[in-house]
C-alpha cells in the first residue's frame, strides 16, 4: 500500500509515478485526489515534515521516496522494472534522468523567466526560445533516444523498465503542447513512437489511460499547449 | 586508473567530478585538459561511439559512466563517499540530484533563452530573471540545505558524503557569480558556510584548490559574473 503526494489537478511529474503504479497494478492512494485531500498548506506542511523539498512523495512504510527519477528506480526494483545488475540499473537511472533533464526544458519554454510570474507576463520571451527548443532542443534528444532503441526496442537488457514510461510520457506531453511540431518531427523517429504505442498498449497502463483517474493535460501543467509557440 | 572527460576550460559540470577524485586522491587523466586532447570534435565523436549524451564523461576501466550525480555516487561508492546502505544512499544522490537542479537556476539566469544565443543577446531577459532567483530561488535552496545540516553538519549518516562536495562547488560558484547577493544571504546560513570551510581544508581539496589544476571561473562556464545580475 503506497502513497503517492502530488498536487491534485495537473499530470507533472506525479504522472511519472501513476504510470509505474498503474502499469504494477499496485495498491495506492492518490491521496491529494482522495476525499480527506487538505490541499496546498497541508502538501508544504508535509514537506516539512519529512524533510523533503518538492512532490511528488512516495511513502511506503515508514519510507519517504522523492525526486521522481529516484522513485522510479525505487518502485521499478520491486514491481520488475528496473534492471538488477547494477550497471543496468544506473543505466536505466541515467536515462530516466536524462528525461527528467528534457522535461525542465519542456516547461521552461513557456515559462523561460521564472516560476512565479504568469504565462502572459513572459510570453514574449517564450517566443524568442520557442523556435531554438523546437529545431534544436526536440531534434536533439529524439535522435539520441531513437538511436538507443534501434536494437531491440528496449533501452536496457532486452526488458522493459522505467525508462520507456518515462519516454511515453513525455511523447504524449509533447504531442499535447506541441501538435503542429510532432506532427511533422516524428516520422523520423519511428523507434520512439512504436515505444510510445506498446506502452500505452500494456493492460495496466491502457486501463489506467481509459479510467478518470488520467488527469487531462491542461495549461496549468508541464505541458501547455499554447499555438504561438508551435509551429 | 580513471580518465575524466569533460571541456577543458571551465569548471562546469566537471568540476563536481574532480573535486571528488581530487578529494580521494585517486589516479586519474583529465583528458582534454592533456597533452593529447583533441578538442571539441573528438569529445563529439566520444559521445556518438560510447551512446553517452553530454559530458562530464567518467572512464573506469571498461565502463563509462555519466550523468553528474551518477558519476558523484559510483566514484563515492569507491572512495568512502557513498554510503553502504541502501537508504542512506539513495538519500545522498538525491540531494546531490537536488544540487544539480538549482546548477540549471544559476545557468539559465544568465541563459534564460537559450544555450545558442550569447549572453549579450538575451541580456534583458537575463535581468528580468535575476530579480526572482536571486530574492526567491537562492533562499529556498539555501534555507533548506541550511535545515538539513542542523544536526550535526553532515547530509547523511554522521559522516561527509559526496553531497557536501556538491554544496561545496554551488557555495564557491554562487560567491562568484553573485557577491554582492551572497554577501548579504550567506549570514543567515552558518551551516551551509561552514560546511564549505570543512570541506575547503581537507587535505585533497586543499591541495588542489591551491593548484593549477582548479581552472578558475569565467565567463563560459556555468557560474558567470556579470555585475548587473547581482544584486
Given at each position: 500500500?503506497?502513497?503517492?503526494?502530488?498536487?491534485?489537478?495537473?499530470?507533472?511529474?506525479?504522472?511519472?509515478?501513476?504510470?509505474?503504479?498503474?502499469?504494477?497494478?499496485?495498491?495506492?492512494?492518490?491521496?491529494?485526489?482522495?476525499?480527506?485531500?487538505?490541499?496546498?498548506?497541508?502538501?508544504?506542511?508535509?514537506?516539512?515534515?519529512?524533510?523533503?523539498?518538492?512532490?511528488?512523495?512516495?511513502?511506503?512504510?515508514?519510507?519517504?521516496?522523492?525526486?521522481?527519477?529516484?522513485?522510479?528506480?525505487?518502485?521499478?526494483?520491486?514491481?520488475?522494472?528496473?534492471?538488477?545488475?547494477?550497471?543496468?540499473?544506473?543505466?536505466?537511472?541515467?536515462?530516466?534522468m536524462?528525461?527528467?533533464?528534457?522535461?525542465i526544458?519542456?516547461h521552461?519554454?513557456?515559462?523561460?523567466?521564472?516560476?512565479?510570474?504568469f504565462?502572459?507576463?513572459?510570453?514574449?520571451?517564450?517566443?524568442?526560445?520557442?523556435?531554438?527548443?523546437?529545431?534544436?532542443?526536440?531534434?536533439?534528444?529524439?535522435?539520441?533516444?531513437?538511436?538507443?532503441?534501434?536494437?531491440?526496442?528496449?533501452?536496457?537488457?532486452?526488458?522493459?523498465?522505467h525508462?520507456e514510461?518515462?519516454?511515453?510520457?513525455?511523447?504524449?506531453?509533447?504531442?499535447?503542447a506541441?501538435?503542429?511540431?510532432?506532427?511533422?518531427?516524428?516520422?523520423?523517429?519511428?523507434?520512439?513512437?512504436?515505444?510510445?504505442?506498446?506502452?500505452?498498449?500494456?493492460?495496466?497502463?491502457?486501463?489506467?489511460?481509459?479510467?478518470?483517474?488520467?488527469?487531462?493535460?491542461?495549461?496549468?501543467?508541464?505541458?501547455?499547449?499554447y499555438?504561438?509557440?508551435?509551429?
Open positions: 500500500m503506497y502513497e503517492l503526494h502530488y498536487w491534485p489537478t495537473i499530470q507533472g511529474r506525479g504522472e511519472f509515478v501513476r504510470l509505474i503504479l498503474e502499469d504494477a497494478g499496485a495498491d495506492y492512494t492518490d491521496v491529494m485526489r482522495g476525499p480527506d485531500a487538505e490541499g496546498r498548506e497541508a502538501m508544504l506542511a508535509l514537506l516539512e515534515q519529512t524533510g523533503h523539498f518538492a512532490p511528488p512523495l512516495l511513502k511506503d512504510g515508514d519510507r519517504w521516496v522523492s525526486q521522481t527519477p529516484l522513485i522510479l528506480d525505487y518502485l521499478g526494483a520491486r514491481h520488475g522494472l528496473t534492471p538488477n545488475d547494477e550497471d543496468e540499473r544506473r543505466e536505466a537511472l541515467r536515462l530516466t536524462l528525461l527528467a533533464d528534457f522535461l526544458e519542456a521552461d519554454v513557456h515559462h523561460p523567466l521564472a516560476k512565479e510570474f504565462y502572459e507576463d513572459q510570453r514574449d520571451e517564450a517566443l524568442r526560445r520557442a523556435p531554438s527548443f523546437r529545431d534544436t532542443r526536440i531534434p536533439k534528444f529524439y535522435v539520441y533516444f531513437e538511436r538507443l532503441l534501434a536494437g531491440d526496442g528496449h533501452f536496457v537488457g532486452g526488458t522493459t523498465c525508462t514510461f518515462s519516454l511515453f510520457q513525455i511523447v504524449e506531453g509533447m504531442r499535447y506541441f501538435p503542429n511540431t510532432m506532427a511533422r518531427l516524428e516520422p523520423d523517429y519511428p523507434n520512439v513512437t512504436a515505444l510510445r504505442d506498446r506502452i500505452a498498449a500494456r493492460p495496466g497502463v491502457a486501463a489506467y489511460l481509459a479510467s478518470e483517474r488520467r488527469i487531462p493535460f491542461n495549461e496549468h501543467g508541464i505541458f501547455r499547449h499555438p504561438e509557440l508551435d509551429a
